[in-house]
């Protein structure tokens, strides 16, 4: 028999369909908006839902805000903003706080942004390449600008996305379907496959990918456990089982993966992707650099909290936050 929280991952998948004991009803609704997927659950319950007429409201922002900008500079949008309009049944069950936008030419849409009155934190020609910089105008959602897909806030040399490629395979100004997979299961593992809106996207982005472009795409970027992660948790904790991921080879997984997905399965929180990341370095001396680098980045890294003292802060803010939320 289901538990709570097995009915919510469930029903987190887009169109799935299912009748839980009615007395349960309430508490996984409650559970689904801890995972950003109440309005997916409701939806695949026959429930109205006002956090989707919310969640709607935002996005048809957003939409406005990127054909206003789309015309004045080159970009990929990414995550939320493409997933809602291409990919979801209603823009309204998928939830986001910001624009993301991949730029081809970081200092011509910093030009561009400027132009349409949007402020930036600070000077995103300055800025490492792996570094998103937030630009906010007082009529619509903020836009963070990357010039990279990879923004980690720890070390992640054990792999490397392609942006050039990304930019050859893209048309119309979206992403190919297979390097939309594989770099939703990166940004998924960045956050610690921390709410289960992640793994929905990834399952609903998989439907229209090819499984061997997406495997080969995987090996060659050095994300095969990225994407094997994602597939394990989909398949323990959502009931999905996604073709689109099955092809990527991944060696015996050690310690750390197995450590990873073991919490991962049990208790989510921000912070486990530090021993998933660990896993994907392979070698005694490629993990001694992954702690190293971690506790004391170099500058050239683009990472956010740069000194030893930032590092094990975050550790602790992270170890404070799990202690708070318990079991999940």
């Known amino acids: 028999m289901r538990s709570v929280d097995g009915w919510v991952g469930a029903l987190s998948v887009v169109g799935r369909r299912a009748a839980p004991p009615p007395p349960l009803v309430p508490r996984i609704l409650d559970r689904s908006r801890r995972e950003r997927t109440l309005a997916v659950v409701s939806r695949n319950l026959g429930l109205p839902c006002e956090e989707e007429r919310a969640i709607l409201g935002r996005q048809l922002l957003a ?6 900008i789309r ?3 080159e970009a990929i949008p990414l995550k939320g903003l493409h997933l809602a ?3 979801y049944p209603s823009p309204g069950l998928r939830d986001m706080g910001d624009i993301d936008l991949l730029a081809r030419d970081v200092s011509a849409a910093d030009r561009a942004l400027r132009g349409l009155g949007y402020a930036p934190e600070r ?12 630009y906010l105008r007082d009529d619509g959602l903020p836009v963070h600008l990357h010039g990279h ?7 992640h040399f054990m792999y490397r996305v392609d942006v050039g490629e990304i930019w050859a395979a893209s ?15 990166e940004h998924a593992l960045k956050h610690s496959f921390s709410e289960l809106i992640l793994l929905t996207d990834i399952e609903l982005a998989g439907r229209d990918a090819d499984p061997g472009l997406v495997a080969e795409t995987a090996s060659r970027w050095g994300l095969e456990r990225a994407v094997h992660y994602a597939r394990v948790l989909l398949r323990d904790l959502m009931e999905a089982e996604t073709a689109a991921l099955e092809r990527v080879p991944v060696p015996p997984p050690g310690w750390e993966g197995r450590a990873f997905l073991g919490w991962a399965r049990r208790r989510r929180w921000n912070g486990l992707s530090a021993l998933g990341f660990l896993s994907m370095a392979r070698g005694f001396r490629a993990k001694a650099r992954f702690v190293r680098e971690a506790l004391a980045p170099r500058s050239t890294e683009g990472l956010r909290t740069r000194t030893v003292a930032g590092r ?10 799990w202690r708070r939320r318990g079991p999940r």
């Open 63 to 68: 939409r406005h805000q990127w054909d206003e």
């Open 71 to 73: 015309g004045r500079l």
């Open 85 to 87: 309009h291409r990919l």
């Open 123 to 134: 000077d995103a020609r300055r800025a490492s390449p792996l570094d998103a910089v937030e």
């Open 149 to 155: 897909v990879s923004n980690a806030s720890l070390p």
């Open 171 to 185: 048309r119309g100004g979206e992403m190919a379907p297979h390097h939309q997979v594989v770099t939703l299961c």
């Open 312 to 321: 094990v802060g975050r550790a602790l803010e992270a170890l404070a936050t």
